[in-house]
């Protein structure tokens, strides 16, 4: 039974945080734009990105209280677990009446903003932003105390950078 339990409880927190995450994305509404300008010298060349860090911050804050509030709505829960599930065999998990147990859900959260460039071509760069959180939910019910530590990347936003082509392109190899 605590398998089945440690499951659900997965299962119902990674839920909630997804939609913290994705309502709280969906609400701020940014853009690429929003949060990074790409500053260019007056020949035409990429110079630098300056990042928006209030709104980044405003990101992290947001996101984090999210989170905190969609389990919170799910701290006091009650699944329905089969009663094969008590045997331990795995053909009859799922089977029989079902029985009603309480569980309660907690978590503490942790986000970042990471900024990361990946070579896309011979002359482009994508600029990707991402939110990282890292959550750790601690699920109790009559039998059974555990936690899961999770860690999954959101892409906020990101944009591909496009430099100048190159007059020539090849690789000097040395024979010895």
């Known amino acids: 039974m605590p398998e089945f339990i440690r499951t659900q409880s997965e299962l119902m927190s990674s839920t909630a945080i997804n939609d913290a995450v994705q309502n709280t994305l969906d ?28 709104k980044l911050d405003k ?4 996101v984090t209280k999210s989170a905190q509030e969609e389990i919170a709505k799910i701290y006091d ?14 053909f009859l998990s799922n089977a029989g009446p079902k029985l009603n147990v309480n569980m309660s859900i ?9 900024s990361t460039f990946e070579h896309a071509g011979l002359n482009q760069t994508v600029h990707h932003i991402k939110l990282i959180l890292t959550s750790k939910v601690i699920t109790t019910s009559l039998d059974y105390n555990g936690s899961i530590t999770y860690t999954t990347d959101y892409e906020i936003a990101q944009t591909v950078i496009v430099g100048e082509i190159p007059s020539s392109y090849g690789s000097l190899y040395q024979l010895q």
């Open 27 to 54: 609400e701020l509404n940014y853009s690429y734009d929003d949060i990074a300008v790409i500053n260019y010298s007056n020949s035409g060349r990429v110079q630098s990105i300056q990042t928006n860090t209030i």
């Open 59 to 62: 990101i992290k804050i947001a």
């Open 77 to 90: 829960c009650e699944v329905d677990i089969p009663l094969g599930a008590f045997t331990d065999i795995a």
């Open 106 to 114: 907690t978590g503490s959260f942790n986000s970042e903003i990471v």
